[in-house]
């Protein structure tokens, strides 16, 4: 047991979140549980985590999550493992959860995306039709996020574009999505900061300057792409050219990148197969699922295209991760330790009260908030 690499889950604890400080010991070496100096609250190691007060071996769970993740479906898991059926959408909903926090927390972090490729998914559930709307780094592969709505209409859009935008800094950027409209209107909205002026009233919203959209008009006839209209909504042609050499090996627009990615999602989410009979049954286990694949996409599995040349190592090939080469992670990630990971909560904050704060609290304040 490590006490310098766990930190308080108490939300009321001025502690909370932060550890290595001598402010977590050792409670119980049996029961594995931990005690705070600060609050006096103990916890268990697995608190936070996928596995907290699960009595099934964690080996086991491992395994079910990870067949979860690569497409298994429910029945064969049941099957096998001589599970009911509630338990194992259980863990698939746990380790979305799990997997939900850990990318809120590491991914959505702002940094130079460059290109961004956007799509839509039509979903069938029971009781109608949602769409699963996703975005993708096109340099590193990474997945930003997704969302599910009801409708593939403006709402479903300007949500999507709300995680990108937490992904993203104010550099030049390149949309690259189909023919849908309402990216001109939800891209222009999102990526824009108020102008100060020093003048009264709300301040006047500009668009990021770089800001380019990129969309790839494709005509059916008999369900067959008949011809490709390739258009430019937002910049101007130079700016769409340079991103394009900058993130990719050519510079065509196109969004064959986030479509090889909801390729992978179709495969390994049975709700998303095509002339499938397996429906999803509500959005929230849709949108754990989501989590779970994206996830495990982005930590757990090797990219051949983000492999590189380790010329000391005898010119072999050093494979990497999408996050590894977002330079979030150093390795490659185990389910089990996707699973098991920490998230650190908010750091805490005084609560407001009227007059001058006592010396206890002042203290508080000095050692934790600084």
């Not at 698939?92 to 702002?110: M, S, Y």
């Not at 101007?236 to 990148?257: C, E, F, N, P």
């Not at 704060?357 to 934790?368: D, E, G, I, N």
Request: charged share 20%.
């Amino acid at each position: 047991m490590d006490s310098q690499s766990i930190f308080c889950p108490n939300p009321a604890c001025p502690a909370r979140g932060q550890g290595g400080q001598g402010n977590i010991g050792i409670h119980s070496r049996k029961e594995r549980r931990y005690i705070c100096r600060e609050c006096g609250k103990t916890f268990a190691e697995t608190k936070g985590t996928a596995f907290y007060r699960l009595h099934t071996a964690y080996d086991v769970v491992v395994i079910v999550v990870t067949l979860l993740a690569h497409g298994c479906p429910v029945q064969a898991i049941v099957v096998a493992f001589g599970l009911d059926e509630r338990t194992v959408y259980d863990w698939q909903a746990r380790a979305g959860q799990q997997c939900q926090q850990v990318h809120a927390h590491l991914i959505q972090h702002p940094h130079d995306l460059g290109q961004v490729q956007a799509d839509e998914l039509r979903v069938k559930k029971q009781g109608g039709i949602v769409w699963l709307a996703t975005a993708l780094q096109v340099s590193t592969r990474l997945w930003l996020g997704g969302v599910v709505g009801s409708q593939r209409t403006f709402g479903l859009i300007a949500a999507l574009m709300k995680p990108v935008r937490a992904c993203a800094l104010h550099r030049p950027l390149l949309l690259c999505v189909d023919g849908l409209s309402a990216y001109v209107r939800a891209l222009r909205q999102t990526f824009r900061d108020p102008v100060q002026t020093g003048q009264p009233g709300r301040p006047r919203l500009k668009v990021w300057k770089g800001l380019c959209l990129g969309q790839v008009v494709k005509q059916y006839e008999r369900k067959h792409v008949v011809a490709v209209t390739r258009r430019i909504a937002l910049g101007t042609a130079a700016q769409v050219k340079h991103l394009l050499q900058r993130t990719q090996t050519s510079d065509l627009i196109h969004t064959a990148y986030i479509e090889r990615l909801n390729a992978t999602f179709r495969t390994r989410l049975v709700a998303l197969v095509r002339r499938g009979h397996a429906l999803a049954r509500q959005t929230v286990t849709l949108e754990y699922g989501m989590y779970l694949i994206g996830s495990v996409y982005n930590f757990c599995t090797f990219h051949r295209s983000l492999r590189l040349l380790n010329r000391r190592a005898g010119k072999k090939w050093s494979p990497r991760t999408p996050a590894m080469a977002a330079g979030i992670t150093d390795h490659c990630w185990t389910i089990q330790e996707l699973l098991s990971f920490h998230v650190p909560l908010s750091p805490w904050t005084p609560p407001k009260r009227r007059g001058r704060p006592s010396k206890a609290t002042q203290q508080l304040v000095a050692r934790w908030c600084a």
